[in-house]
């Protein structure tokens, strides 16, 4: 279902919302206090409401049209529902155990997929049929996803971590939290999403498995760039969590592997809008 102008409005503008949560808190403001601190949290509470009230209004456009209000049906509602639990993942880890500068990066990672949504709105992402493994399949995928956004944004701030302390240009008091604070991060995020992944695929390829070619990739499924795209995500992060046998993926390189992973998950996610076989 297109949203409608009223939901991108409110979409908008929560975005700009989540935008001036993170200028409050840039270090080029001077020093964080109490009062910045809480000027951004409440932006940024605001901006994820109100992409909450997005997802409830276009739930109820939906229900009233079709008669259906299940989540992530549409691209619009599935890439919100992905930004909202990347949201939730910042205010939790923030709350209890605060990473130094995680809002600079995952943020406008967050900023970017509200844009997306905006892009692809009109289109459905796949024509499921309601069976219990196409639902495993969606919201495990959905959530590897999420996993594996963490864990690249975790990577990111490592490197630029490391860069600066190669350089001897980390400030004594830099808010980016400890290389091995950020390692743990990426590490967990990775086996978190690894796992999620890995049902993913397994449903996704049983659903494939039993309706043969009368899905929307055709019975050559596995000639499919998403297929393919899917695997490389898979064997990516497999070689990320086994460091015992590949003892030279630590550190900066592990930090390169989850950022490459989430490389090719964005581009499967374009694979899925725009190449054959994909959304539809």
């Known amino acids: 279902m297109t949203p409608s102008i009223w939901q991108l409005t409110m979409l908008t ?6 935008g001036a949560g993170v200028m409050a808190t840039l270090p080029s403001w001077g020093p964080m206090t109490r009062r910045r601190r809480l000027t951004s949290c409440l932006l940024y509470y605001a901006g994820g409401m109100g992409l909450a009230g997005v997802l409830l209004i276009h739930s109820r456009a939906r229900w009233m049209l079709s008669g259906s209000w299940l989540p992530m049906e549409d691209n619009f509602d599935a890439i919100i529902w992905l930004s909202l639990l990347l949201l939730g993942f910042v205010a939790y880890v923030q709350h209890v155990r605060p990473i130094g500068g995680l809002e600079w990066f995952l943020i406008p990672l967050v900023l970017g997929l509200l844009g997306a949504a905006m892009i692809f709105g009109p289109a459905r992402p796949h024509d499921y049929v309601r069976t219990t493994w196409s639902m495993v399949h969606r919201g ?6 999420a996993s594996f956004a963490v864990a690249a944004t975790a990577g990111g701030m490592y490197l630029l971590a490391h860069f600066r302390l190669k350089r001897k240009r980390l400030p004594a008091h830099s808010p980016l939290a400890s290389l091995e604070r950020l390692e743990n991060v990426c590490r967990h995020a990775s086996i978190l999403g690894f796992a999620l992944l890995s049902v993913g695929l397994v449903s996704g390829v049983i659903r494939l498995l039993d309706r043969g070619g009368a899905t929307s990739l055709g019975a050559r499924w596995f000639y499919s760039p998403k297929i393919w795209l899917s695997v490389g995500v898979w064997v990516v992060f497999a070689l990320l969590l086994h460091p015992p046998l590949l003892p030279r993926l ?3 390189r592990a930090a390169m592997l989850s950022l490459l992973g989430f490389a090719l998950m964005l581009a499967l996610l374009l694979a899925m809008e725009f190449m054959p076989g994909g959304a539809r």
């Open 13 to 18: 503008a929560a975005m700009v919302l989540l």
């Open 140 to 145: 495990a995928s959905f959530l590897g996803a």
């Open 250 to 252: 630590r550190g900066p």
